[in-house]
């Protein structure tokens, strides 16, 4: 099956710093998501970027599929941002999402 | 428009029993998806039923088990509860299988089994 690895693993940042996040994955994919995992352990739905650049107020998300990778950036970071960034994504033959490690992301004041 | 919601949210069973979850998708979705996740093994697949069909399904024991409904609702049931069950359910919802869409996901069900 698809291999989906993310770096860093952990990432301690101070309020107000920038970040990226990044997303290698091994095959062809249909779907490609962002997540944020809240502290109750909802996955919030970042992004859907299969392919291209999409912004969100102080995220924006790149992915080259044809270079398979996937970048998160986050600008002047929020004690909010703290938790858990996992990348997903979906095969083209298939359904299922297959999910990264996750980001462990701690944003201090 | 309301998102996919799970009941219970929270769970304390013991070895050996059974539990059953609930998904509903959001309106119109007719996909869901299982998904639990232990610090262990992070995040890995259960099983995906659409039309009330399943369509796939993840490397786990027959004991994890699940149908769908005619209103797209689903349901997974795990047997013969073991400790190592313990972990967080999530389920997802989309309009297709395998569509390019966003899925979304429901708030999850915490399964601790004592």
């Known amino acids: 099956g698809i291999q989906v690895e993310q770096s860093p693993p952990d990432l301690i940042l101070q309020e107000g710093a920038n970040s990226t996040l990044r997303c290698n994955f091994s095959d062809s994919v249909n779907n490609l998501q962002w997540f944020h995992q809240n502290p109750w352990g909802q996955l919030i739905n970042l992004f859907y970027i299969p392919s291209g650049t999409k912004q969100n107020g102080r995220l924006s998300a790149t992915t080259v599929a044809t270079e398979r990778y996937s970048l998160l950036y986050i600008s002047s970071s929020q004690t909010t941002d703290s938790g858990v960034y996992f990348c997903a994504v979906q095969e083209t033959s298939g359904s299922r999402l297959t999910f990264g490690e996750g980001t462990q992301l701690t944003v201090n004041p | ?114």
């Not at chain 2, 313990?86 to 399964?111: D, I, N």
Request: charged fraction near 15%.
């Open chain 2, 1 to 114: 428009k309301a998102g996919v919601t799970q009941t219970p949210r929270y769970l304390i069973k013991t070895r050996g029993q059974q539990v059953t979850l609930s998904c509903s998708p959001i309106s119109g979705h007719r996909s869901v998806s299982w998904y639990q996740q232990t610090p262990g093994q992070g995040l890995q697949f259960l099983f995906e039923y659409f039309s009330e069909t399943q369509r796939n399904k993840g490397n786990f024991p027959g004991r994890f088990s699940g149908r769908q409904f005619s209103n797209s609702r689903s349901e997974m049931n795990v047997s013969t509860l073991e400790l190592g069950d313990s972990a967080l359910y999530l389920c997802a919802s989309s309009f297709t299988p395998g569509g390019r869409e966003t899925q979304y996901f429901g708030p999850g069900t915490r399964l601790l089994v004592l």
